[in-house]
Nanobody, 124 residues
Framework: QVQLVESGGGLVQAGGSLRLSCSAS????????MGWFRQVPGEEREFVAA????????YYAESVKGRFTISRDNAKNTLYLQMNSLKPDDTAKYYC?????????????????WGQGTQVTVSS
């Protein structure tokens, strides 16, 4: 089994920054890409960003382009999400996910493993 553990969430004022981390452990798998999704209670989970593990190509939701940066450390098996210029609309629980196959990065159905999530709250 693969375990994904997120950390780095918290409470921040609008305009501030946070960096989320996602540590991957467990059995070796052909991790093609990893991503971040977020969900507000009562709403559907939405795509935030993704990165191909080999090559490092990145993909972003329009709502976070220019403010968020996804990156990974292959040696540490860790995924990051640097979030700058945070807005109250960014308030959500953020989930890390990993997929074995390449496909539409924003499609959460293509992700095989998920973390438990970390809460990000942005106050106005």
């Amino acid at each position: 089994q693969v375990q994904l553990v997120e950390s780095g969430g918290g409470l921040v004022q609008a305009g501030g920054s946070l960096r989320l981390s996602c540590s991957a452990s467990g059995r070796t798998f052909s991790r093609s890409a990893m991503g971040w999704f977020r969900q507000v209670p009562g709403e559907e989970r939405e795509f935030v960003a993704a990165i191909k593990w080999i090559g490092g190509s990145t993909y972003y939701a329009e709502s976070v382009k220019g403010r968020f940066t996804i990156s990974r450390d292959n040696a540490k098996n860790t995924l990051y999400l640097q979030m700058n210029s945070l807005k109250p609309d960014d308030t959500a629980k953020y989930y890390c996910a990993a997929r074995d196959t390449i496909g539409l990065m924003a499609d959460q159905a293509g992700y095989d493993f998920w973390g438990q999530g970390t809460q990000v709250t942005v106050s106005s």
